[in-house]
């Protein structure tokens, strides 16, 4: 009798995750196009909101790239806001003196000397690492605010001011904007939509943004593609185990606070030299450390998701700068789009109580879009705030962390 084998079953090409990426920055392009033509608010598309979001994202990015050394190194950051304060009076104090290419080494150098600080407490003498993040905060505000009374007082008559900074000279790409004007002026859905999108991020471009936009491949092909990024992911899964194969675990997690902290501190330098405030003042930080902290989480602890959830908050701040309260309300509109389309991919996956609760969610933003004329400006200051409680809510179902991020290590306590 013989026996027929059955035949193996056929794997599933995996969908890469930079098409899954190009997909959903299309999805999110022909929201916009359609919640602005529906609505009529064009600042949701225009090259203006564009490019006062990448000036806006750039502190987040920075600051999220700085988290994500430092989890991926087993060491959570949670004072990445304080070394972003540091990284503003750093900046602001040498660019002051010797212009805006010395404010971003200062502002790399004092945001590094914050994390070393947090490096010592933690790995050395095993402080819990939201302690020691607190704690450096709170310094970071008030080691900046007792410099700005010494330093700036005399000179800009202000404890909480620094005098004006010479900035970086922008720069647009001149052929490619010219080529974009004219479908700018076309007035075509989606097409004029675009084109006013691209032309923003094509315009008012400086050193600050051409760092930002290198640092995440950077960042990406040094911790996923040599040596020395596999020791240090070791280290946050498990740092016993790297041990074992002669990885020196203290001297990585250093490196990666370290650069953490530079890497938020250049994120203050980015705030300091942004084209439409150029200097120093006390707060302007506004929580943005924390920002970058929710969007290297919503990016599950990967470059290419930290940069979608930077410019996710980053555009959403120049939104309620640049047009207020009405296109905050028309991105209520956008929500519930964004909720259907949701519910319909959580149906075609049969997952039946995601999607009747998202379809809920929709109703939801949809009946507070249809009763509520505008959005008062006082909550429309605080829609950053409130998109990245939403984004971590929706997306804390998928989350993967370092599977040793935040425990403390001893050296030799594997053996």
């Known amino acids: 009798m013989t026996t027929i084998a059955k035949a193996a079953p056929v794997a599933r090409r995996k969908i890469p995750s930079w098409a899954i990426s190009m997909l959903v920055v299309l999805i999110g392009l022909i929201v916009l196009a359609t919640v602005a033509t529906l609505t009529g608010q064009l600042q949701l598309t225009s090259a203006g909101t564009a490019q ?13 790239l700085g988290g994500l050394w430092a989890e991926r190194a087993g060491v959570i950051n949670l004072g990445l806001e304080g070394m972003l304060i540091l990284g503003t009076w750093g900046a602001a104090w040498a660019g002051y003196q010797w212009g805006p290419w010395a404010a971003l080494i200062a502002g790399a150098v004092f945001g590094a000397l914050g994390g070393l600080l947090h490096a010592v407490a933690t790995v050395s003498f095993g402080v819990n690492h939201i302690v020691s993040g607190v704690a450096i905060t709170l310094l970071g505000a008030g080691v900046t605010k007792y410099l700005s009374t010494l330093v700036f007082l005399p000179v800009s008559n202000n404890p909480r001011q620094s005098p ?41 471009l400086t050193p600050t943004v051409l760092l930002g936009i290198v640092a995440v491949p950077v960042t990406y092909l040094i911790l996923w593609r040599t040596a020395f990024g ?24 250093y490196a990666a606070v370290v650069v953490s902290g530079a890497l938020a501190g250049l994120g203050g330098a980015a705030l300091v030299l942004n084209p439409g405030q150029l200097g120093y003042l006390e707060g302007q930080t506004g929580g943005r450390g924390y920002i970058g902290l929710a969007a290297m989480i919503f990016g599950n602890w990967r470059p290419g998701g930290l940069l979608a959830g930077s410019a996710l908050f980053g555009y959403v701040d120049a939104l309620q700068l640049r047009a207020g309260g009405d296109a905050v309300h028309a991105l209520l509109y956008g929500g519930t789009i964004i909720a259907v389309l949701v519910a319909i991919l959580w149906f075609v996956q049969r997952n039946w109580l995601a999607a009747v609760a998202a379809l809920a969610a929709g109703l939801v933003v949809y009946l507070v879009y249809f009763f509520v004329d505008t959005i008062p400006s006082q909550f429309a200051a605080f829609a950053p705030q409130i998109v990245t409680l939403l984004v971590l809510a929706v997306a804390s179902q998928r989350l993967r962390p370092p599977a040793a991020d935040g425990m403390e290590y001893r050296r030799g306590e594997g053996d």
């Open 164 to 204: 004006p900074l010479q900035g970086f000279d922008a720069f647009t790409v001149t052929p490619l904007t010219d080529a974009l004007d004219g479908l700018v002026k076309s007035n075509t859905v989606f097409v004029t939509d675009v084109a006013g999108i691209l032309q923003g991020l094509l315009s008012g």
């Open 230 to 253: 596999l020791r240090l992911r070791a280290c946050g899964e498990n740092p016993v185990a790297a041990e074992s194969l002669g990885v020196s675990v203290y001297a990585h997690k």
């Open 52 to 64: 006062a979001a990448v000036q806006l994202l750039l502190p987040i990015l920075f600051a999220g």
